[in-house]
């Protein structure tokens, strides 16, 4: 058994955050409580006092201990989520864990300022449907529009997004900021 102090634990546990809150988002549907989950696992992590294997023993049993709140929030809670097959599961597991992640803080960045360079109205549509976990139908309902004209803005929203971001990141790997 490998004995890790606090600091050590969260410098092999922090790279992995983006992806993990990913796979919290994707069970829960709801960002605060994706955050609530991450949060829940650290602390349980951070009380088992260290005794971990190696560190990929600390990540996989983190990995799990995420998924199995999550679970218990939506058994607490009620909430009406439809359960991914443990198969299922375990592909997410695996994609996420294989993929580079060493420009996520600076896709994320680039993303928070191309939000905030979108129209009033689009980033309300963006905040219905991804923040509040609203589907096409509750957020047309919502604007007083039809399901095919908030599907349409969707995707022009994500188009625009995406060469926003890909501007933004082309301009870093020129020596600009991101802003």
Known sequence: MYCMDHSEILSILMPERTKQIALAWSILRQSHLSEDAYQDMLA???AKDG???GPQHLRDWSWKVLRNRCY???RRRKYQVTLLDESILNLVDAELECR???DVVLRA???NDCLEGLSEKARETIKMRYFEGLRGKQVAEKLGRKPE???K???RIYVT???CIERKLAALEKGASIS
């Open 51 to 53: 005794n971990f294997e």
């Open 100 to 102: 580079d992640t060493s």
């Open 153 to 155: 803005a969707l995707q």
């Open 149 to 151: 004209a908030v599907y």
């Open 161 to 163: 997004l995406a060469e």
């Open 44 to 46: 349980k992590v951070l």
């Open 72 to 74: 218990e929030l939506i």
């Open 109 to 111: 960045d680039a993303l």
